[in-house]
């Protein structure tokens, strides 16, 4: 397995710019030898503003809405060949938010607006769970009366035969290489399993057992 | 047109009980003569409980998760009929949140984690407009780096012949009977206009042109 991924929670963190807090792991992840990247600007509508920012930054990216990125992947028929080249031919795969939550098994757990049906919630399926980017805390002061995060993902897992979800909070990203998953960046994860209670993850966690599953 | 509905932003408000702000107004929408409300009780896995619930409080809503929602109806064959039932038979309606999103075009402008993946986001089409419930005003203190609520809405317009979409805010209401619509509650709402200028409304407007377009 050549799978090199690197999936990042966000692509601004408060106070920073455009990709700051996690410049240095991109920098590390594509390394020096790496001339072209593939920029996938599907997830917000003007795509050639969406591309310059990510040019200007030299780095790709995969921000915005999840379900107008994953319909386009659908409509462009790249989804299977994405998934060839990231796990046949070791083509390094880096997403954040949306870019991140397309590359799991499927988009049951974005937190975006669903505003386009794509033809199915199946994503590209680099590795066999899912992540809930931007994953957020209760916060014990809102007057606010929508589900937690805690509680939607919940939700999901009161559906049959459904996978692990990762939640990264804003500022943490997951580095996958091959069989090997390492939690990155500023902030602990936590782990939904199905009728299991939840598990706090620590930066530099080795979370190569969701791999296996 | 014999449509009457009651699409109410939240089934909790911060500080109260169970559909305790809009108990008023459900009493006055059906009325004394109602002796019996069906109650949709798919928005949530124990539908048991969920109809207890609903019982205990002699009142019928559709709160929980949009797609278990609006996939459970599809899945059961009562979009149409729930649609011809309202709109020819005048059977009212009453939705909070979930319910209120599937009474719209479309759910498109929901908040809820798509957990599980329905035929359509088409929906029942008691009104020519999208709502978006539970509405939130940005908030300037947050280090959140996720889209706002405008944000999101205004994604949904950037796609082709997207529909109006009133943001009810916690604690709002709309009443629809024949073709008069007026805005109950104790909150304001807002009004996005694909390519306009969004704007606000106050309790006790007359949003009837929203049901002519």
Redesign the interface.
């Known amino acids: 397995m050549k799978r090199r991924l690197l999936l990042v929670s966000?692509s601004?963190?408060?106070?920073g710019g455009y990709l700051d807090h996690c410049q240095q792991n991109i920098s590390h992840f594509f390394g020096k030898d790496v001339k072209r990247v593939l920029f996938v600007p599907y997830a917000?509508?003007d795509r050639d503003a969406y591309t310059k920012t990510a040019r200007d930054k030299f780095q790709t990216l995969g921000g915005g809405?999840t379900?107008?990125l994953l319909k386009s992947l659908y409509d462009n028929k790249v989804v299977s060949e994405i998934r060839r080249r990231v796990l046949e031919d070791g083509v390094p795969y880096m997403g954040s938010s949306a870019g991140t939550n397309v590359s799991t098994i499927s988009?049951?757990?974005?937190?975006?607006?669903?505003?386009?049906?794509p033809p199915?919630?199946s994503a590209i399926g680099l590795v066999p769970f899912n992540i809930n980017p931007?994953y957020?805390d209760p916060n014990p002061n809102s007057?606010?009366?929508?589900?937690t995060r805690e509680q939607?993902?919940t939700?999901?897992h009161?559906?049959p035969d459904t996978p692990c979800v990762l939640g990264l909070r804003?500022g943490s990203m997951l580095l996958v290489e091959g069989n090997k998953a390492t939690l990155l960046g500023t902030t602990k994860a936590r782990l939904f399993t199905r009728g299991k209670p939840s598990v706090e993850y620590d930066p530099g966690s080795d979370l190569s057992f969701l791999l296996t599953h």
């Open positions: 966000n601004t963190l408060h106070g917000l509508h809405n379900f107008r988009i049951n757990t974005t937190n975006d607006m669903p505003i386009v049906y199915s919630f931007h957020l007057r606010h009366m929508g589900e939607r993902i939700q999901y009161e559906e804003e």
